[in-house]
C-alpha cells in the first residue's frame, strides 16, 4: 500500500489561497533557516504529487519559470522534477514536466493507486480532491502549516466536504518564522 | 489601558460554529485532565467578556441552563457570573445575569473602554466585531484553540475583514485530547 498524505499551508482562518487563488501569503515570512531546511527537505525526497486542475495550473505557471529557481531554487528543482498527476475533466494536455493527465474516477483511480507498490503520494492544494477522498478514509495523514496571518477571504482546503472529519493530532511543531505544522490522522 | 484579547475555539478549517451556528464540536473531544483545567482556568479569572449579538444570544440560550451546571460547572459558574457587553442594533433588552447592552459606535466605544481601567476584555466568537476591531489594531492579542475536525462549513471567526492582518506567534501548547493553542500578537 502506498500512503496518501495531504500537505498545506493556510492562514489562521483556514485558507490555502486568498480570495484571487494566490498562494504566496504563505512565503512573505522572515528568513528562517529552521523553516527553510524544513521545506527542502519535503521538495528533496520522492514521491508523486497529485493536484486537482485549479492548483495544477496555479502551480504549473510558477515552479518552471526563472523566477521560482531564483526564488525558491531546491524547491522548484523538486517540484518539476516529482512525477506529477492531475485529475481534470476540462484540460485536454499537460505541459509541465513529468506530469500525467488523469480523468477517470478519482476515487477508484485512487484506490487502484495506493494498492500498487511505489513511494508515498503527496496532495497539494487541491481542496475538492482532498473533500472527495477524505470522506472515503483514502487520506492517511493531514499535514497543515498554519502561517501567521488572517486573510479574510479566499479558498479552504476541505472544499465542499460532504460531512465532518474528526481527526486525531499526531504532531505538532513550531518554527520561529511563527509557522506551526500540525500533523493528523483521520479518527479510525 | 486594559487589554483585549480575543479567545476562539476553531475546527482545523477555520470556523468556529458549525453550519448551524453550534459550537458544540469543540467540546466533543476525549476526556483530557489538562485541558479541563486550562479551560476551568480561563473561566475562574476576572476581566470582562465582549460580544455581538449572534455569539451572545447562543451563549446567552445554554450557558444559564441546568445542562450546563452539569456538563461543564465550573465554565458555566464563571461565564455566568462574569461582566458581559453586547454589541447590537437590533436587541431591545438583554436578560443573562451581568449583561450591559451596548448601542453606540463599535470603535469609539472599545477604545473608550480600553483607555479605562480595570481587568482585561475578552472577546468569544463575534466574527463580525473581531474583524472591525482587529484592522485598528484594537486587539492585543489572538487566542485560537485549533480542534481536531474538519466542519467543511461554518462562521468564521474574521467575518468580512476588509484588510489581511499578518500576525507574530507568541506561543503554542497541544493537548492530549489534540487541541493546539496558537497564540498571536499583531503584527506592529
Not at 465542499?160 to 479518527?187: D, H, W
Request: aromatic share 8%; net charge positive.
Amino acid at each position: 500500500m502506498r500512503k496518501l498524505l495531504m500537505f498545506n499551508s493556510t492562514s489562521l482562518d483556514g485558507y490555502f489561497t486568498d480570495a484571487n487563488g494566490d498562494m504566496s501569503f504563505a512565503h512573505n515570512r522572515a528568513q528562517d533557516p529552521e523553516w527553510d531546511a524544513f521545506v527542502s527537505g519535503n521538495a528533496s525526497g520522492g514521491g508523486t504529487l497529485l493536484f486537482g486542475r485549479k492548483t495544477y495550473e496555479l502551480m504549473a505557471s510558477f515552479w518552471p519559470t526563472p523566477a521560482a529557481a531564483q526564488m525558491m531554487p531546491k524547491v522548484a528543482e523538486g517540484m518539476n522534477r516529482l512525477q506529477k498527476l492531475v485529475f481534470s475533466r476540462t484540460l485536454k494536455q499537460v505541459s509541465w514536466s513529468n506530469t500525467t493527465l488523469l480523468k477517470g474516477d478519482l476515487v477508484a483511480e485512487v484506490q487502484r493507486l495506493k494498492a500498487g507498490s511505489g513511494e508515498g503520494i503527496v496532495i497539494l492544494g487541491s481542496g475538492s480532491i482532498v473533500s472527495q477522498l477524505a470522506p472515503h478514509g483514502l487520506i492517511d495523514e493531514f499535514q497543515v502549516v498554519v502561517v501567521p496571518v488572517v486573510l479574510g477571504r479566499g479558498r479552504t482546503m476541505f472544499e465542499g466536504i460532504a460531512r465532518q472529519l474528526p481527526l486525531q493530532l499526531t504532531r505538532s511543531r513550531s518554527f520561529k518564522n511563527g509557522n506551526v505544522l500540525l500533523c493528523y490522522e483521520p479518527m479510525s
